[in-house]
C-alpha cells in the first residue's frame, strides 16, 4: 500500500506493531545496519543476511520471520522508510552504493522513476503467479508484483437513503449539482491515494480535459485535505464525524466497515471510479547479496506470506491460489475495470501534472 509522494497509510494499513525487524533508514545510510550484507562482503565473505528497504506500511509476522530465515538461510534485516515515494526517491540518490539489497513497496506510479535510473536488477522469479506476471510494468524484467489494490471513491448509503438522494456512481455524478457539498479526497501532491485520484481523472478526461473537471468538482463544493485519515475518519459521514457521505478510500475499504453480525456493510466502493495500485519488490542493482534477495522475493510470492496480505496490508494478493477472507469476498470485489495510464506517460509527465492541479485547483 503505498505511498508516496504522499503520506498514504491505507485505512487499512496498520500501525507497524508487529515484529519484524525494523530500523530507520537514517541508520541504514549511516552504515549502523548491524550485520548487513553490505558490511559483510566488505570483509570478503559470503553474505549471511538479507537486507531489505520497505514502506511504512509493510508488514511481516516474527513467525514468518523465523520461517523465511530457517527455510533460506539468511539473517532478514528489514529497514524501513517512508511512504512509496519516499522510498524510491532515497533508492535513486543510494543508488552508487545500495542502502540494502531488496526492495518491496515499489508501486506503479514511481516505478518507472526507478526503473529508469537503473535501480534495479533483473529478476524473474519462477514461482511468480499468472496474477504476478500480468501485472508486470511493460517491457520491465526487474520488478515482481506482490499485492495489487485500487483507490476509489467511497460512499455512505445510510446517508443517501435519509437525504433521498440517489446514490452517484460515475466521476462525472460528482460534478452534478445534486452532489454539492458532499465530496471529500485528498491533495494529490501530499498523498498517495490522492495521486491515484489525480491519475483517475486524467486517465477519464485526458491531459486536455482533467483540470476542467476538477474545476467543476471545485466549483461543486469539493473538500480536499492532506491525508487519507482526514478524509476518511474526519470527513466521512459513515465513519467520522463530518458532513460528507462521499469520500476517497479504497475498494477494500468496505471489508473494514462490516455490522457486528457480518451481514451487511455500512460503506460502499464506487468501482467506476477507481485506479489500481500495484506494489513491486525488487533486487537493488548493486546488492550485496543478491541470491538472498531473490530468496525473500520468492518469499513474498509464497502462499503463506500471500494468506495474510489482506489482513495485514488491505490489499490483494496475487497469488491465484489464495482465496479473499470472507468480508473481501462478500463486500471488497475486485474492480473489473480500473481505470489505468501508461506508467511511462506517469513517469515523464507526473511532476506536471500535480504543479499544474496544485497552481489551478489550490491557486
Not at 530500523?23 to 566488505?42: F, H, K, M, Q, R
Not at 500471500?306 to 470472507?326: G, H, K, R
Not at 469476498?329 to 507526473?350: E, G, K, N, Y
Request: glycine share 6%; aromatic share 10%; net charge negative.
Amino acid at each position: 500500500m503505498n505511498h508516496h509522494t504522499a503520506t498514504h497509510t491505507q485505512a487499512t494499513r496498520r500501525p507497524l506493531t508487529t515484529t519484524l525487524t525494523a530500523l530507520t533508514l537514517t541508520a541504514a545510510l549511516a552504515g549502523c545496519v548491524p550485520g548487513s550484507s553490505n558490511e559483510d562482503n566488505a570483509q570478503g565473505e559470503t553474505p549471511s543476511t538479507v537486507t531489505v528497504v520497505v514502506h511504512d506500511s509493510f508488514q511481516m509476522s516474527e513467525e514468518q520471520q523465523a520461517d523465511f530465515e530457517k527455510t533460506s538461510g539468511y539473517d532478514l534485516t528489514i529497514v524501513t522508510n517512508g511512504d512509496g515515494g519516499a522510498l524510491v526517491n532515497s533508492l535513486i540518490l543510494t543508488k552508487d552504493a545500495p542502502i540494502a539489497d531488496a526492495v518491496f513497496g515499489v508501486d506503479n506510479t514511481f516505478a518507472s522513476r526507478g526503473i529508469s535510473e537503473e535501480v534495479f536488477a533483473p529478476y524473474t522469479s519462477e514461482v511468480a503467479s499468472q496474477t504476478s506476471r500480468d501485472l508486470a510494468l511493460p517491457g520491465d524484467d526487474t520488478l515482481t508484483a506482490i499485492d495489487f489494490g485500487d483507490v476509489c471513491l467511497n460512499v455512505d448509503p445510510t446517508w443517501f437513503e435519509n437525504h433521498s438522494l440517489d446514490v452517484p456512481a460515475t466521476l462525472d455524478d460528482l460534478a452534478d449539482p445534486a452532489y454539492r457539498n458532499l465530496t471529500v479526497v485528498t491533495n494529490p501532491a501530499t498523498s498517495s491515494p490522492g495521486l491515484s485520484f489525480l491519475f483517475a481523472t486524467i486517465g477519464k478526461y485526458g491531459e486536455d480535459g482533467y483540470l476542467d473537471y476538477w474545476t467543476q468538482l471545485k466549483d461543486n463544493g469539493l473538500k480536499i485535505v492532506d491525508g487519507w485519515e482526514d478524509a476518511y475518519y474526519v470527513d466521512f459521514t459513515a465513519t467520522g464525524d463530518g458532513d460528507r457521505p462521499i469520500a476517497l478510500s479504497y475498494a477494500s475499504s468496505p471489508a473494514f466497515t462490516v455490522t457486528d453480525d457480518g451481514s451487511a456493510t455500512t460503506t460502499s466502493a464506487l468501482l467506476d471510479t477507481c485506479f489500481r495500485q500495484v506494489e513491486y519488490a525488487g533486487v537493488l542493482h548493486g546488492a550485496a547479496n543478491p541470491e538472498g534477495a531473490q530468496a525473500f522475493i520468492d518469499y513474498l510470492l509464497s502462499e503463506d506470506y500471500q494468506t495474510t496480505i489482506p489482513d495485514a496490508m488491505y490489499m490483494y494478493p496475487v497469488a491465484d491460489t489464495v482465496e479473499l477472507p470472507d468480508a473481501w469476498a462478500q463486500f471488497a470485489p475486485v474492480p473489473t475495470t480500473p481505470i489505468s495510464l501508461d506508467p511511462d506517460t506517469i513517469a515523464r509527465m507526473r511532476d506536471t501534472w500535480i504543479k499544474d492541479w496544485s497552481a489551478q485547483i489550490i491557486g
